[in-house]
T-cell receptor
Framework: GAVVSQHPSWVICKSGTSVKIECRSL??????MFWYRQFPKQSLMLMAT?????????EQGVEKDKFLINHASLTLSTLTVTSAHPEDSSFYIC????????????FGPGTRLTVT | QQQVKQSPQSLIVQKGGIPIINCAYE??????FPWYQQFPGKGPALLIA?????SEKKEGRFTISFNKSAKQFSLHIMDSQPGDSATYFC???????????FGTGTRLQVFP
């Protein structure tokens, strides 16, 4: 199956700093990628849709100035958490659909962010 | 508001049992219903998916049953094994989008 990677797998940062998380589709191109947030023992909440060559689309309630998304190429999307605070600590997961639709949407392994 | 309700929250079965996880939705504009399996600290992995024009789909030990009129769908795991212990999420995709709306998850434990 298709592979989606994320880097880093875990990161610890101090409050007020910014953190960048990368999501790569390794063996297929993805014009669209998705970013999710998952708190412990909870479901995945869609944060935003990353669109190659255009602005990301954010879900209601997600601060676009805090969670900056850049889809730099057909295989790379980045999520930058700006001025991170402890409440931003979470598991961030990206996904990419294979074949241009939602069919066979592949998820990355996730990035654990801890803000101290 | 688009929602997918999932139950039960947790499930414990013995090896060989058939755990059943149920999901229900309200929005009729969903056209794709996948199930994902997630192990701790990992991203979700696609298990099986169904479209609303099909009432049942089976892949290996996993079966989806879909009831369009009731707006419900369920996952059955045949001959469950301890290695199936994980959290299972149902999801639904609105028409003409690639988005996925996830259910709340079911933590399954299969004891030997």
């Amino acid at each position: 199956g298709a592979v989606v990677s994320q880097h880093p797998s875990w990161v610890i940062c101090k409050s007020g700093t910014s953190v960048k998380i990368e999501c790569r589709s390794l063996d297929f191109q993805a014009t669209t990628m998705f970013w999710y947030r998952q708190f412990p023992k909870q479901s995945l909440m869609l944060m935003a849709t990353s669109n190659e060559g255009s602005k990301a689309t954010y879900e209601q309630g997600v601060e676009k100035d805090k969670f900056l998304i850049n889809h730099a190429s057909l295989t790379l999307s980045t999520l930058t958490v700006t001025s991170a605070h402890p409440e931003d600590s979470s598991f961030y997961i990206c996904s990419a659909p294979l074949g241009g639709r939602v069919y066979e949407q592949y998820f990355g392994p996730g990035t654990r962010l801890t803000v101290t | 508001q688009q929602q997918v309700k999932q139950s039960p929250q947790s499930l414990i079965v013995q090896k060989g049992g058939i755990p059943i996880i149920n999901c229900a939705y309200e929005n009729t504009a969903f056209d794709y219903f996948p199930w994902y399996q997630q192990f701790p600290g990992k991203g979700p992995a696609l298990l099986i998916a169904i479209r609303p024009d099909v009432s049942e789909k089976k892949e290996g030990r996993f079966t989806i049953s879909f009831n369009k009129s009731a707006k419900q769908f369920s996952l059955h795991i045949m001959d469950s094994q301890p290695g199936d212990s994980a959290t299972y999420f149902c999801a639904a995709s609105p028409d003409n989008t690639d988005k996925l709306i996830f259910g709340t998850g079911t933590r399954l434990q299969v004891f030997p």
